[in-house]
Nanobody, 122 residues
Framework: QLEESGGGVVQAGGSLRLSCVAS????????MGWFRQVPGNQREFVAY????????YYADSVKGRFAISRDNAENRVYLQMNALKPEDTAVYYC?????????????????WGQGTQVTVSS
């Protein structure tokens, strides 16, 4: 089970840090990802991090502004979001991958949080 927190309303150019906590003791064996979704649109890949945090990967739209990290001792994954833009407004979801290596395809993730709303005002 995954639970996100940290969403909110922020002005353009501001920052937010999303957090996702996982239940159970298998968290450290899987890659984790963040996705986002705007109503009426498909869920969009944002970032992933491999099981040992040695590899991260970002969507072009967030590269250089967002940073994904994880703390396996705390069963947590984070998404630091800087220089936010109005087009970053969405519900953000964390997800557990089926394997130790990450992937951009949502079909490769088998457990999802309930989402947290991020709203960036212009």
């Amino acid at each position: 089970q995954l639970e996100e927190s940290g969403g909110g309303v922020v002005q353009a150019g501001g920052s937010l840090r999303l957090s996702c906590v996982a239940s159970g003791d298998m968290f450290r064996f899987y890659a984790m990802g963040w996705f986002r979704q705007v109503p009426g649109n498909q869920r969009e890949f944002v970032a992933y991090i491999n099981w040992d945090a040695r590899r991260t990967y970002y969507a072009d739209s967030v590269k250089g502004r967002f940073a994904i990290s994880r703390d396996n001792a705390e069963n947590r994954v984070y998404l630091q979001m800087n220089a936010l833009k109005p087009e970053d407004t969405a519900v953000y979801y964390c997800a557990k991958n089926k394997a130790i290596e990450g992937d951009t395809a949502s079909s490769r993730y088998d457990s999802w949080g309930q989402g947290t709303q991020v709203t960036v005002s212009s």
